[in-house]
């Protein structure tokens, strides 16, 4: 709903409403994740979706999703907003919300006690989060000159990346290790 709203903005010539709040201060997109989330923590709509879906369609469907997620916010943003692209702009939107259902349900798959992946990730997700702003200021003029939905979408891998790299790093040194653990 609020993704037509945006649009309608757009077309009005106005600017968005995300672009006049901080980030912070959108209490809508906490409010509808905090629904979300409360909706997958239901063990039987979470049990319901995961035997209705196939684990391959699924993983097809993240795949199929990221991709067009890369491309619609690249297009909308650059081209219809008129505004620097920032995925925040796109939190609250229904595509937005596949996307997350359908990583949530693969990762729900997954035998996480056993998956080292998922436990070097979960290990360092918070400092992932803190980190990957930084990151993306320094890589801001790559990222400026960047007009190809292909190397956007390899810049977000890459800042993951690097986050990812940094908050090992920083898991290692007594003092920040706090900073950066759940």
């Known amino acids: 709903m609020l993704g037509n709203f945006n649009l309608y903005l757009s077309i009005s010539g106005k600017p968005i409403l995300e672009v006049n709040i901080i980030q912070t201060f959108r209490i809508w997109t906490w409010f509808s994740y905090y629904l979300l989330g409360g909706l997958l923590g239901k063990s039987e709509l979470r049990e319901w979706i995961i035997n209705k879906i196939n684990p391959r369609i699924n993983l097809v469907l993240v795949v199929v999703i990221s991709i067009v997620i890369v491309w619609y916010q690249h297009n909308v943003g650059s081209h ?4 620097v692209l920032k995925a925040e702009y796109f939190y609250v939107n229904i595509l937005t919300f596949v996307w997350v259902v359908s990583i ?3 990762v729900m798959r997954l035998k996480i006690s056993e998956n080292p992946i ?3 990730l979960s ?3 918070m400092g992932i989060y803190i980190l ?7 890589f801001k003029k790559v990222l400026h000159g960047s ?3 292909l190397q956007i979408f390899m810049f977000i891998i ?12 920083m898991q290692k040194i007594p003092i920040i290790k706090r900073v950066v653990s759940i």
């Not at 690097?162 to 090992?168: A, D, E, I, N, Q």
């Open 132 to 138: 990957h702003p930084t990151i993306i200021t320094g």
């Open 104 to 106: 949530s349900i693969s």
């Open 147 to 149: 007009s190809n939905s």
């Open 80 to 83: 219809l907003y008129h505004q």
């Open 123 to 125: 290990k360092n997700i």
């Open 158 to 169: 890459l800042i993951f990346v690097c986050s990812l790299v940094l908050s090992v790093f």
């Open 118 to 120: 998922i436990n070097l």
